[in-house]
Nanobody, 123 residues
Framework: QVRLVESGGGLVQAGESLRLSCAGS????????VGWFRQTPGLDREFVAA??????YYSNSAKGRFTISRDNAKNMVNLQMNSLKPDDTAVYYC??????????????????WGQGTQVTVSS
């Protein structure tokens, strides 16, 4: 069982940056496939970014603005978000899977989820 805890959300203005972090509870987190998703009320969870055995994937909306990275020594994965837009407003979730999911852009590819952190971007 992997427990995930996100942090770093908040309220920013359009054009500003935020860095989300996700801490994993187990050493096995370093070998897990990890992803970030986001969700707004009434909509399905939306893929944002994933790191899978060194391969990195981004949604079209995240590409060029967001960067996913991991620090295995600290059992953490981060999401650097730059040039934020009001459309980026959502609850952001960290996810992990020990399965060999490729590329890992679907919510059902992941078994473990954090509680979510709210990101609000004002115009």
């Amino acid at each position: 069982q992997v427990r995930l805890v996100e942090s770093g959300g908040g309220l920013v203005q359009a054009g500003e940056s935020l860095r989300l972090s996700c801490a994993g509870s187990e050493r096995t987190f370093s070998s897990a496939r990890v992803g970030w998703f986001r969700q707004t009320p009434g909509l399905d969870r939306e893929f944002v970014a994933a790191e899978n055995d060194g391969r990195i994937y981004y949604s079209n909306s995240a590409k060029g603005r967001f960067t996913i990275s991991r620090d295995n020594a600290k059992n953490m994965v981060n999401l650097q978000m730059n040039s934020l837009k009001p459309d980026d407003t959502a609850v952001y979730y960290c996810a992990a899977s020990m399965r060999a999911v490729i590329p890992g852009i679907r919510a059902e590819d992941y078994d473990y989820w954090g509680q979510g952190t709210q990101v609000t971007v004002s115009s």
